[in-house]
């Protein structure tokens, strides 16, 4: 910075400064004549405040890393980093700590781990479809066949992530929320995959569009009303809480197991040839989306999943409907 540079900012700083006390001296007399003397001190405190306020929200505003709080719905009080300063801010990392320094470290290893679940995904689920070729089924048919269970994948890895990181505050530990949440959601999705075959989709292609709008809304539900149900029942042992969240879990999960299941019923209609490569577009999705779900929770939040999610799984009513209906035109 230059000598006029400078000149020039400490004459802004300067008016700014005396603007700030004129403004604060009229509030004061005004108070005085037209109220009580002692209202020019709140004046004076209430301006001082929102100087400091301004001043600290836009230093913050353009710092390399957040400090905003941490809440149950971001709980990650260890990510200090942005997600556009990912490795821009790798010039700043000296001077905060070891323990910061570190974390940073870990965060930006996530996006390294992306890199490496999608490499593995590519070499070990993508690569022997291809060279398999591609299944005796119509373009238009197979996009929407891939798109479904793409769709199904991503959607209940953006369920069962945010579930754990969740609950993971309400029964206290990482590791009874694993434990709860991967047993009892799993458990349900089986159920579900059981009862999904009592549904008529060749006879009625209604329950198409009724089962993923009816999963959103119980998604968007439950994601709503989970912070109320944790208020109302923290104080409880830790055994009741975790038969509480194995309930609410199992609730959500039995729906979300009847979709595979249908789909497969959809795309072997067409072609049973497809079917592996569906299972591999769906295990290829659920990799890559569980790794994801972490950074949005971290970024954004663990809701910003649910809902999602909770999208993702009303789109399944496109390709869903499309391919019953190809299949009868066929």
Do not use: K
Not at 52 to 60: E, I, K, N, Q, T
Not at 193 to 217: H, K, N, Q, V, Y
Not at 309 to 324: E, F, K
């Amino acid at each position: 910075m230059t000598w006029s540079d400078r000149l020039r900012f400490l004459a802004g700083l300067f008016l700014a400064t005396l603007v700030t006390l004129a403004i604060e001296i009229l509030n004061t007399r005004l108070l005085s004549v037209l109220t009580w003397y002692h209202l020019s001190f709140f004046a004076v405190s209430t301006a001082m405040f929102g100087m400091s306020a301004g001043a600290l929200r836009v230093y913050l505003g353009g710092a390399a890393y957040d400090y905003s709080p941490p809440s149950d719905q971001r709980p990650y009080f260890f990510n200090i980093l942005r997600p556009g300063d990912l490795f821009a801010a790798s010039s700043t990392d000296q001077g905060i700590g070891v323990v910061a320094a570190g974390n940073l470290s870990a965060t930006r290893s996530l996006v390294l781990l992306w890199g490496i679940s999608a490499g593995l995904v590519a070499l070990v689920i993508l690569a022997p479809l291809l060279r398999s070729g591609l299944p005796s089924m119509d373009r238009a048919s197979f996009t929407h066949a891939v798109a479904y269970f793409a769709l199904i994948g991503t959607g209940y890895m953006l369920v069962q992530i945010p579930l754990m990181q969740r609950f993971s505050v309400y029964l206290g530990h990482p590791t009874y929320a694993v434990a709860v949440i991967l047993f009892s959601m799993i458990l349900a999705t089986g159920a579900g995959s059981l009862l999904s075959d009592r549904i008529p989709i060749e006879i009625r292609s209604g329950w198409l569009l009724a089962i993923p709008l009816g999963i959103a809304g119980l998604l968007l539900l439950g994601t709503l009303a989970i912070q109320t149900l944790m208020d109302a029942t923290l104080r409880l042992g830790l055994v009741p809480r975790c038969a509480i969240a194995a309930g609410f879990v199992a609730l959500t999960a039995l729906p979300l197991g009847t979709c595979f299941p249908v789909g497969l019923r959809l795309v072997a209609r067409h072609s049973e040839g497809a079917l592996p490569w569906m299972w591999g577009v769906n295990g290829a999705c659920g990799v890559l989306a569980s790794v994801s779900a972490v950074g949005v929770s971290m970024w954004s939040g663990i809701h910003t999943n649910l809902y999602a999610a909770a999208g993702a799984y009303a789109l399944l009513a496109v390709p869903g409907l499309w391919l019953s209906r190809s299949a009868r035109r066929s």
